[in-house]
């Protein structure tokens, strides 16, 4: 078991992160981890370093400006604190290569935030895809041509989101 004080530095530094991110204050969120990395496992994609990170932000934040989340719950592991929760967000620009829908999303997640003492060396995330891709094109009008020639650009877009096969780097702990 973890002492009780470093459990208290740790949740602070991931609600810290969180607010900051919602702020889009990415300085803030740089700022709780030395060395900023995140492991999207579902497509197998990792930012590693401050520039990779800061352009996951800015694409993110480009496909899903209002993006945020709404906690389900927060659990404490020897190594990690645990996050569930809905991220919520509109497609308001393009997403890798997919264009935008207009189309709201909220998806669970699961975000492991591992730590090596109190120091945040990593935030790996997991997430159904699919669920995102299934809310993002639900709200179409297949009743214009238009509507077809988006959902052949998103399909060749999704692949732009995916590394390939998954990196037996994205599920080791550092």
Not at 70 to 80: F, P, T
Request: glycine share 6%; hydrophobic share 40%; with cysteine.
């Amino acid at each position: 078991m973890i002492a009780e004080s470093l459990r208290e530095i740790r949740e602070k530094t991931v609600l810290d992160h969180f607010r900051d991110e919602v702020s889009q204050s990415w300085d803030d969120v740089l700022s709780t981890f030395p060395h900023p990395r995140y492991e999207i496992v579902p497509t197998g994609v990792v930012y590693d370093g401050n520039a990779e990170v800061r352009d996951y932000y800015a694409a993110t934040r480009v496909a899903f400006p209002d993006q945020r989340h709404e906690m389900i719950a927060l659990r404490h592991s020897d190594d990690a604190v645990i996050c569930e929760f809905y991220l919520l967000g509109t497609h308001r620009g393009p997403f890798g290569a997919i264009p935008a829908t207009g189309n709201p999303f909220k998806v669970r997640v699961t975000a492991f935030f591992v730590f090596e003492g109190e120091t945040l060396v990593c935030e790996r995330i997991y997430f159904d895809v699919l669920t995102m891709l299934r809310q993002l094109f639900g709200g179409l009008n297949f009743a214009r041509p238009k509507t077809y020639a988006l959902i052949v650009k998103a399909i060749l877009g999704m692949k732009s989101l995916s590394a390939g096969p998954p990196k037996d780097e994205v599920h080791a702990i550092r």
